[in-house]
C-alpha cells in the first residue's frame, strides 16, 4: 500500500541541509562574535553543539566555509529588506498618482516612510546584529580577499534594487535616480551601524529622522524638510 511516509533517503537529505544550515548560521555568530581569524571548525561545532567531525564532513575547508556563510548572511539580509522595502513600496501604490503630485501628499508620505525606516533600523538593531557585524565584516574583507569581491558587488546591487525602485516612481531621470538611490542606501546603512554602536535607548531618534529625511526627500523629489 502506498504511503506518504518520505523514504529514509529523503529523511536523510532533509535531515542533511538542517545539519548544513546550522552549521552556516553557527558560523556567522562566530564570525560576528570572533572575526575571520577565530572561526574555526572547532569554534563553529562548540557554537552548533555538533561533534567537529560534523562540521568537517560537511565543510572539509574552512575558507570555503566561511565564504558560505558569507554568502548565506547576504541572502538572509537581502531576504528582510526585501519584505520592508515591499512594504513601503505599497504604501506608495495605495495613493492614487494624481494625489502624489501634490507637495502635500508627498510630504504625507516622507513622514510614512520614515515612520517604516526608523521602525526598520530598530528591529535589525535588536534581532539581526550578528547578521549586520558580517555583513560589515564581508566589506572588510572583500578589500584583502579577490574571491569576496564579487559576492560584495552583488550584494551592493542586490540592496540597491528597492531604493532604485522608489526613486524611479518619483523620477524619469535615470542618472539623477541612480545617484539618489545610492545616496538613500548609504545613509539607510550609515544608520544601520551606527544603531549597532548603541543601545535602543541611547539612539538619538530624532537625528536618525532627520538624517533620514534628507535623502528620502530626494528621493520623493522634494525640497530637504
Request: proline residues 4%; aromatic residues 6%.
Amino acid at each position: 500500500m502506498l504511503t506518504n511516509t518520505p523514504s529514509v533517503p529523503v529523511k536523510r537529505r532533509r535531515k542533511g541541509e538542517q545539519t548544513k544550515n546550522l552549521i552556516l548560521e553557527s558560523a556567522i555568530i562566530v564570525l560576528a562574535q570572533h572575526g575571520v581569524k577565530g572561526t574555526t571548525h572547532r569554534a563553529i561545532a562548540e557554537q552548533a553543539k555538533l561533534q567537529l567531525s560534523l562540521t568537517t564532513y560537511y565543510f572539509k575547508d574552512i575558507q570555503a566555509l566561511i565564504q558560505q556563510a558569507f554568502s548565506s548572511n547576504c541572502q538572509y539580509l537581502l531576504t528582510a529588506r526585501i519584505q520592508r522595502w515591499q512594504a513601503m513600496l505599497a504604501v506608495i501604490t495605495t495613493i492614487p498618482k494624481a494625489a502624489l503630485r501634490t507637495v502635500k501628499q508627498r510630504r504625507a508620505l516622507l513622514e510614512q516612510l520614515t515612520d517604516l525606516l526608523l521602525a526598520a533600523l530598530e528591529d535589525t538593531a535588536q534581532n539581526h546584529r550578528h547578521q549586520q557585524v558580517v555583513e560589515q565584516l564581508l566589506l572588510t574583507e572583500a578589500l584583502v580577499s579577490p574571491s569576496l569581491q564579487a559576492l560584495t558587488q552583488q550584494h551592493y546591487q542586490a540592496c540597491l534594487k528597492p531604493c532604485l525602485a522608489l526613486c524611479q516612481y518619483f523620477s524619469a531621470d535615470s542618472a539623477q535616480t541612480s545617484t539618489k538611490a545610492e545616496i538613500l542606501m548609504t545613509q539607510i546603512q550609515h544608520l544601520e551601524y551606527r544603531h549597532l554602536l548603541f543601545s535602543p535607548a541611547q539612539v538619538n531618534t530624532t537625528q536618525a529622522r532627520a538624517w533620514l529625511q534628507v535623502p528620502l526627500a530626494m528621493a520623493l523629489s522634494l525640497k530637504s524638510p
